[in-house]
């Protein structure tokens, strides 16, 4: 760049494009994982389904998925990015929720110095993470964060974050009359148990990954021991 050309930049902008030449040495992960994580840790968290320990949790599946033909630096900040807006799920625009994060994120990654040529496959990996956004990944990056945020939802951590979701949307449990829905339609906004039919077991399906779909299924099976155990349990017969 000429000295004619940095006589018209703005500081901000000069800084910018002064990162730019460093970014080789800059890109390595731990250094962004750490930025990311000064950043977050200090803004205030009232959604514990979706915090430090989720997004941390998240790029550790997202990185045993990935191979190094992927772009890790930007599984790793869609990673810690992806739910930067997470409307609740009884919110009508939680649909919404990952485009939202997408556009927060963007600035928020810009003010830090991450490479601009960047931004544009994590504002994607953010915006097609989300079941209810309903948006096709179209690059291996964004299938493999879509698997490892799907796998969060499966499991036993998946079965602690559904009650926990439950309890801060005020649901029941389940329904006493009838658990299981057998003659009633699902409500998951009501009843926590009805989440598993209406989403959490249908996940597996939605895989994108090859190991994914593997560890997914394997989770699932948690899910439905915990819903064969629940059943036995409430069994109007069952015995002690």
């Known amino acids: 760049m000429n000295r004619d050309a ?38 205030p968290h009232t959604d514990g389904s979706h915090d430090l320990s989720h997004f941390r949790r998240v790029w550790r599946l997202a990185d045993q998925l990935s191979s190094e033909g992927e772009d890790k630096l930007v599984i790793l900040a869609t990673c810690y990015f992806h739910d ?22 963007r600035g928020v990654l810009l003010e830090m110095g991450f490479p601009n040529e960047k931004l544009d496959a994590v504002s994607h990996c953010i915006e097609a993470h989300s079941f209810s956004a309903a948006i096709e990944p179209k690059t291996e990056e964004a299938k493999i964060v879509q698997d490892a945020d799907r796998m969060e939802a499966l499991g036993a951590i998946g079965l602690a974050r559904t009650f926990y979701v439950a309890g801060q949307m005020g649901s029941k449990l389940f329904c006493a009359e009838d658990p299981f829905a057998e003659n009633r339609v699902l409500d998951d906004r009501q009843f926590a148990v009805d989440h ?31 819903l064969d155990d629940l059943r036995s349990e409430c069994a109007k017969d069952s015995d002690i």
């Open 6 to 43: 940095l006589k018209n930049l703005s500081f901000s902008a000069f800084l910018r494009c002064s990162l730019s030449y460093t970014l080789p040495l800059m890109e390595n992960l731990q250094h962004w994982q750490q930025k990311f994580e000064a950043y977050l840790s200090v803004l």
């Open 84 to 105: 930067f807006v997470s409307y609740p799920k009884n919110h009508p625009k939680r649909s919404q929720s990952s485009k939202d994060a997408a556009e927060k994120s």
């Open 196 to 226: 598993f039919e209406t989403k959490l077991l249908k996940l597996p399906a939605t895989m994108k990954t090859a190991r994914g779909k593997i560890e997914a299924e394997k989770r699932a099976a948690i899910l439905q021991r915990f």
